[in-house]
């Protein structure tokens, strides 16, 4: 036998975790990728974070993260100019040039894309990982009309926000979105990989 629950007229079962449909239209899911989400360091964009290792040494933390880096060069999205540029086990330093796809759209008719390059340094120390992204470029339309930008000039506030910087640019802003999904990603892998 099914046990039903009656609700006073008015009031609607939901579950707890889903938003009401004023939150749903209230909320703009473009928020994350508002004013201040891409930093600048003397106008340069430069994406930072320290990732905890707790109870790693310097050299572990190194070793997986050198183990990443290189693995990372092997991905299907990568090109054959990513590479471990940097090496330093004295100093505990790793890092890589990378050369990917950035998918912005694929379907049976169209595949929206570009070719980023950027910068993935790792200092590694007793305990954390401080990792950075920065000199982010991008090649659009290589095959037709080829456009060449750099992150400065196209994805800060200025260039990948409306002039209200409350809605994303409509060429730019899909760059500025997918930059910011993939730092959020490879932050969080190495947040994954160091716990």
């Keep these: 036998m099914a046990l039903m629950l009656w609700l006073p007229l008015g009031l609607a079962a939901q579950n707890t975790w889903e938003m009401t449909e004023e939150e749903a239209t209230t909320t703009n899911p473009d928020q994350k ?96 990982a401080d990792i950075t992204m920065s000199r982010i470029r991008y090649l659009y339309e290589e095959e037709r009309n080829a456009q060449r930008m750099t992150a400065e000039e196209w994805i800060t506030d200025k260039e990948g926000l409306n002039k209200k910087q409350t809605k994303l640019a409509p060429l730019s802003g899909k760059f500025r979105r997918k930059t910011i999904d993939r730092k959020d990603y490879l932050f969080q892998k190495f947040a994954e990989l160091l716990k």
């Design 33 to 128: 990728y508002l004013a201040g989400a891409v930093p600048e360091v003397d106008g340069k964009v430069v994406f930072h974070t320290v990732v905890e290792a707790p109870g790693k040494k310097a050299a572990e933390v190194f070793a997986i993260c050198k183990q990443y880096l290189q693995k990372m060069t092997k991905e299907k999205n990568q090109m054959e100019q990513s590479r471990i540029v940097l090496d330093d086990t004295l100093r505990y330093q790793v890092g890589g040039t990378f050369t990917e796809w950035l998918v912005f759209k694929s379907s049976a008719l169209m595949l929206d894309r570009t070719k980023m390059t950027y910068n993935l340094i790792v200092r590694c120390e007793d305990g954390q």
